[in-house]
Nanobody, 126 residues
Framework: QVQLAESGGGLVQAGGSLRLSCAAS????????MAWFRQAPGKEREFVAA????????DYKNSVKGRFIIDRDRSKNTVDLQMNSLKPEDTAVYYC???????????????????WGQGTQVTVSS
């Protein structure tokens, strides 16, 4: 059974940091782009960051550029999201996802992703 499991969420004050981790099991995603999305209450799921299958290329939502860093360990089948200088507007459930097709750079569109984790809550207090 293929699973993506997020961890590392929690409650943090504005300006603080959190590191989210996503561990994949059931198959290797080393040839697949991975991404993080988030969904705040009453809002649609939105793209946060993506990393290419090789790890050489990354993409970020404008509002998190310079604050968040996505990286991956292909040998361990993991992808992480380091979040710094957190703001209350970063509060959301964060999901990791794996792209449907191999050897891609990682898109911003949820429909391009086949596998999703259950999500981890991030709450930033002001």
């Amino acid at each position: 059974q293929v699973q993506l499991a997020e961890s590392g969420g929690g409650l943090v004050q504005a300006g603080g940091s959190l590191r989210l981790s996503c561990a994949a099991s059931g198959r290797s995603f080393s040839n697949y782009a991975m991404a993080w999305f988030r969904q705040a209450p009453g809002k649609e799921r939105e793209f946060v960051a993506a990393i290419s299958w090789s790890g050489d290329t990354t993409d970020y939502k404008n509002s998190v550029k310079g604050r968040f860093i996505i990286d991956r360990d292909r040998s361990k089948n993991t992808v992480d999201l380091q979040m710094n200088s957190l703001k209350p507007e970063d509060t959301a459930v964060y999901y990791c996802a794996a792209e449907r097709r191999q050897f891609r750079w990682g898109t911003r569109y949820p429909d391009d992703y086949d596998y999703w984790g259950q999500g981890t809550q991030v709450t930033v207090s002001s």
